[in-house]
């Protein structure tokens, strides 16, 4: 969703367009998948950490910029002795997770299921950021992904409540994006229809049945153990932390500021680089 979208679209709202038929969350277009990138397999699990990490990074930068910005995560994680691997999926236009929603889960599952093969292991552990917990979450509990992962921990996640606000550089509006898109479902089709981009937004939406099939009913899965982690400094998961929050019995659920005081301020996208950020993650997966 961006800021020219919804403007041109609430134009079209106060010009009394003809309502359509309430969309789907995808509109009429065939939404295609999108491409991978695939690292080599080329570590083991070890006795001390027998599950190797699936990192599957947000939608934020180009897949160019993702060594760069996964660096101090990759080598903490790494560093400790666990097989990390960076899978990145739903490849269109340059941007991750910019596909059909569940055909990158489906690509998840299948590089899980390929990491598995490779290294025999029975399990992996996930570490996902905004984007990514999406598909994260559509694998485990719509595709039967959980009894093969064992932690899922998130950063910045989008998950229940978020306005679109922030998404648009809003701030405090007097009808949020998602508020005048939940009330004008005609909207919604006109704008999935009009580019890829748009129709994977409107896939987020909470009438959307992917929306619905995520967050209409508890998230978590038996077996998993999740963590979750936010920023008060998020500028685009709005309402911040409330829009990160997986508040499900056992999760936790930290804030960074209160958890690192003094530490350099982070925000959605800069609290993936943080070397506070991946001391905690290693933490979590000790859990």
Known sequence: MNAIAVVAGAAVLSMGTAQATPDTGSGSRALPAGETIEPAIDCAPTVAHPDPVVVLPGGDGSPEQTAAQWDTMVGALRGAG???????????????????????????????????????????????????????????????????????????????????????????????????????????????????????????????????????????????????????????????????????PGVVNAVYEDLFPGAEPVDHSLIRSSAETAGWVLQQLQR
């Open 82 to 248: 666990y097989c990390a691997l960076v899978f990145q999926g739903g490849i269109v236009n340059d941007k991750r997770w910019n596909g059909d929603m569940p055909g990158e889960a489906r690509q998840v599952a299948d590089f899980i299921a390929k990491v598995r093969r490779t290294t025999g292991a029975d399990r992996v552990e996930i570490v996902a950021h905004s984007a990514g917990t999406i598909v994260s979450n559509y694998y485990l509990k719509l595709l039967g992904g959980a009894p093969t992962v064992s932690h899922a921990v998130f950063i910045t996640p989008e998950a229940r409540g978020c306005d679109g606000a922030g998404v648009v550089g809003l701030r405090n509006p007097p009808i949020t994006p998602v508020q005048l898109l939940t009330s004008a479902p005609w909207l919604q089709s006109l704008l999935a229809a009009s580019s890829p981009d748009m129709a994977t937004a409107m896939q987020m939406m909470p009438d959307s049945p992917t929306y619905r099939a995520l967050f209409d009913t508890a998230v978590t899965q038996p077996g998993v153990i999740y963590s979750v982690i936010a920023t008060r400094k998020d500028q685009l998961a709005t309402p911040a932390p409330a829009c990160s929050t997986l508040d499900e």
